[in-house]
C-alpha cells in the first residue's frame, strides 16, 4: 500500500483572463501568492515550510511583502487590504475599504508608510494611494483617468511634466508628490 510522504501547499488559483501575481520577500527567500480566500507564504528553500493566512473575508487577490519584510498587505475582489504581521499568529494591524470592487494590484512605498492599490469599482479602473500607518485614515490621491500628468515637486517649478499609464505609477515617498496627483482634474 501506497504511503504519503509529504504534502506541499496547493498552487496559485487561476482565472481566464488574469495573470497570477506571486510576491518575492526582500529579506528572505520566501514567496506569497493567493489561493482563494488564502495567502500562502511559502519558504522556497524548504517547501514543506508554508504559513497560511486565511482571514479574508471574500477571494484574495494579491499580497506583497513590506518593504523591511514585517508586514503583508493583501487585497480581495470587495476592494478591502488588510494589513497583518508575518510571523507566527498573522496579527491584523489594519483594514482599509479601498474601492467598491476588485483590488488588482498593489504596491508598498519604499518608506512602507504609503500603498498604492488599482483596480476597479462602480465600472471604473482606479488608482489610490493611501497612507497606512496607524495615526492617518484619510485617503490620499485618487486617478480615475488612464494616464495623468505627474511632476515631481523638484521639477514642477520648472513646468516639466510626463503622463504616464498608471500601471507604471510609481510611489515617492513625498507627500508633495501625493498632493500633486489629488489635485488633477478628471
Known amino acids: 500500500m ?46 514543506l515550510e508554508v504559513s497560511v493566512y486565511a482571514e479574508h473575508a471574500y477571494q484574495a487577490t494579491v499580497a506583497r511583502f513590506s518593504p523591511n519584510s514585517e508586514w503583508v498587505a493583501s487585497a480581495d475582489v470587495s476592494g478591502s487590504v488588510r494589513i497583518w504581521g508575518t510571523r507566527n499568529e498573522h496579527v491584523l494591524k489594519k483594514e482599509f475599504r479601498v474601492l467598491s470592487g476588485r483590488i488588482d494590484d498593489l504596491q508598498w512605498s519604499p518608506d512602507g508608510l504609503r500603498i498604492v492599490a488599482s483596480g476597479e469599482g462602480k465600472g471604473k479602473s482606479f488608482v489610490r494611494a493611501f497612507i497606512c500607518y496607524p495615526a492617518a485614515a484619510a485617503l490620499t490621491a485618487t486617478c480615475k483617468r488612464p494616464s495623468l500628468p505627474l511632476a515631481p515637486p523638484s521639477e514642477a517649478a520648472i513646468g516639466r511634466r510626463w503622463s504616464l499609464p498608471v500601471v507604471a505609477l510609481c510611489l515617492l515617498p513625498l507627500l508633495s508628490f501625493l498632493s500633486l496627483l489629488s489635485q488633477s482634474k478628471p
Do not use: F
Open 2 to 47: 501506497a504511503q504519503l510522504k509529504e504534502t506541499y501547499a496547493c498552487v496559485p488559483s487561476t482565472e481566464r483572463g488574469r495573470g497570477i501575481l506571486i510576491s518575492g520577500d526582500p529579506k528572505s527567500n520566501s514567496i506569497l501568492y493567493c489561493n482563494g480566500r488564502s495567502v500562502i507564504i511559502m519558504n522556497l528553500d524548504r517547501p
